[in-house]
């Protein structure tokens, strides 16, 4: 990380945080400048074996000297940790930067007592293996060192966007966040008509996978475009060339366009709720 080394404080180290702290680790940011907080002991101790970070169970004193806080609990939990630590946050007003979806910037911002550089972040599963995508979006506090020092917290578990309003949270999630398991499902589909052509599960599965791992990577790492890639797999009057036709006629574009636009209806609704 070439920024200087803001003090992390991650309030509830979970699935999500336990995933940024592990690329941040494996990008050098040193384990000293970071703290995460549990409930449990067992917890405490498990992260402090396994990344070497500060832990506690005491959210006050880890953000009265943190300059990031990450706000990792569950969306339920959001207001009563973030209520409970505003005097805290007050004192030294670092910035914030919540992965929950649902609260808002505004509720956030209530709760910390105001006055807060808040980003909210919405990132998917696969930060877990560095390769993630997140959006984000920052609230008018936010300057432009804080909107570097989110963006190098993100990047260590894979890519992230700015969004320029709250709502591309909805799109970022039908995009990014559900998304990976439109691509699970297109796995299984292709895993089921596999044994229907007698493959064993494991063969298909292993089939379905791999040819999806090639496809991916043909995509990422040759820079080519995918609608070139598609053209170079279909020759005209071949095999590829009745699949892809199969799937243009039954509408898979438009399935996937009204998917993505029922992802971004629910993530309205679930914020209004
Ligand atoms: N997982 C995902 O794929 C994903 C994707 C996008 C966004 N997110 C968001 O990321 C956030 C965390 O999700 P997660 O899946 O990582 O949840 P998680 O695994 O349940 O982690 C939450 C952690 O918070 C701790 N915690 C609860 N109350 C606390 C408190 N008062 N003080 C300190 N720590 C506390 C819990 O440990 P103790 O019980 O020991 O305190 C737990 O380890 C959520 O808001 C979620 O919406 C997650």
């Not at 207001?79 to 409970?84: F, G, I, K, L, Y």
């Not at 297109?186 to 089939?207: C, N, Q, R, V």
Request: overall charge negative; hydrophobic content about 40%; charged content about 20%.
């Amino acid at each position: 990380m070439t920024l200087s080394t803001p003090k992390l404080a991650f309030i509830g180290v979970g699935n999500m945080a336990s995933a940024i702290i592990g690329g941040l680790i494996a990008n050098g940011y040193p384990a000293d400048s970071i703290t995460g907080t549990n409930r449990s002991e067992e917890k405490q101790q498990l992260w402090r074996d396994k990344f070497g970070i500060h832990t506690t169970h005491d959210n006050d004193l880890t953000v009265e000297t943190a300059d990031v806080v990450i706000l990792a609990v569950k969306p339920q939990m959001m207001e009563s940790v973030v209520s409970a630590m505003s005097p805290a946050l007050q004192q030294r007003k670092p910035m914030l930067i919540s992965l929950a979806a649902g609260p808002t910037v505004e509720s956030l911002d209530q709760w910390a007592g105001g006055d807060m550089a808040i980003v909210r972040c919405m990132p998917n599963t696969p930060s877990m293996l560095q390769c993630g995508v997140a959006g984000l979006y920052a609230n008018q506090k936010v300057s432009l060192e804080q909107k570097q020092q989110a963006e190098a917290i993100l990047n260590a578990v894979g890519i992230c966007r700015w969004l320029e309003a709250e709502s591309g949270i909805d799109s970022i999630i039908a995009v990014a966040g559900s998304a990976p398991a439109y691509y699970y499902l297109f796995m299984e589909a292709m895993i089921e008509s596999g044994k229907k052509l007698g493959f064993s599960h494991e063969d298909s599965t292993e089939l379905a996978i791999q040819t999806a791992l090639g496809a991916v990577r043909m995509a990422k790492e040759t820079g080519t475009d995918v609608v070139e890639l598609r053209r170079q797999v279909t020759s005209p009057g071949g095999t590829t060339a009745e699949a892809i036709r199969t799937f243009e006629e039954g509408g898979l574009r438009q399935l996937i366009d009204g998917a993505m636009h029922a992802a971004i209806k629910r993530s309205q609704e679930l914020a209004k709720a």
